[in-house]
């Protein structure tokens, strides 16, 4: 039996967030350049927006570029971003046709131009699309979109706009770049390192944690599928006790 085949469908998280991870060690065991690694990379990220939609999963956040990335050799940066280039090029069609929409999240108006323009020409081709929402992390960093967040916040107070009474979870919510998304229930990462990487920090307060040694190049939609049958396993208390839960 597949996991596929084992997954409870109404207990499909709404919201999957991945760390990608292992692309460079990937590429070492072949004795190769990193570069080849993140190319390789490309062919797990489309095997897993099928997968997730597939199952029906909502919002599939993927964390492909990090504010401390920047500091990597030139060359690869530069790869990084030639890869994303060339593939939203290839794979908008195709995205299309499976109904995914496409966002970003992060410091977007600090990746290259042709970057920023061949984003939104895709997220426009796919803006009508109702089924998964591929949500790409691109020059994101959890304690960049929390700092904006309590500037922006702190701004309107300033003009009068909000009293410091007013701010709350339900308005921090508001104020990051997640905030049309249900915080995610699950966080993947691949790789076997054990660490969140400064990625969505606050939304991650209860999401369940799974870490896979398998290296990001090597994943695949079936891997997402166990990842999701191990949550689907997991008692969600939320700081409440076993037996409140079926009472
Ligand atoms: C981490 O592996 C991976 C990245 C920093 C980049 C992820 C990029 C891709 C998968 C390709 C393009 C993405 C899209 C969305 C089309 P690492 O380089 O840190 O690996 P290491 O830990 O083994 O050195």
Redesign the pocket.
């Known amino acids: 039996m597949s996991f596929k085949d084992k997954l409870i469908e109404n207990k499909v998280p709404k919201h999957v967030a991945i ?10 065991q072949f004795g190769n350049e ?1 570069t080849f ?3 390789h ?2 062919e ?2 489309r095997s897993v927006v099928e997968g997730a939609g597939e199952i029906g999963v909502k919002y599939l956040t ?5 504010t401390e ?1 920047w500091a ?1 050799p030139k060359d ?1 940066v530069d790869a ?1 971003m030639g ?2 280039v060339q ?2 090029s290839d ?1 908008t069609d195709e995205l299309q046709k499976s109904n995914v929409r496409l966002q970003v999240i992060g410091d977007v108006k600090s990746l290259p131009q042709h970057v920023q323009e061949k984003l939104s020409w895709s997220i426009d081709r796919l803006k009508t699309c109702t089924g998964l929402t591929l949500v ?1 992390a691109l020059s994101y960093s959890s304690k960049w979109e929390i700092l904006e967040a309590v500037k922006r916040i702190a701004e309107q107070v300033k003009l009068g706009k909000l009293e410091p009474s007013d701010i709350d979870t339900d308005l921090m919510d508001c104020f990051l770049n997640t905030s049309e998304m249900p915080d995610p229930e699950l966080l993947i990462r691949t ?1 076997g ?1 054990c660490r969140i990487s400064n990625f969505l920090l606050w939304q991650i307060a209860y999401s369940e944690l799974y870490f896979t040694p398998k ?3 090597d994943f695949r939609k079936e891997d997402l599928f166990e990842a999701i049958c191990d949550f689907q396993n997991r008692e969600r208390r939320f700081g409440k006790t076993s037996q409140q839960l079926i009472s």
């Open positions: 760390i990608m991870d292992g692309n460079g060690r990937w590429a070492a990193r690694g993140h190319e990379g490309v797990a990220v993927l964390y492909a570029f990090s990335n990597r690869e990084l890869l994303l593939a939203i794979e790409l790789s390192e290296l990001w190049p």
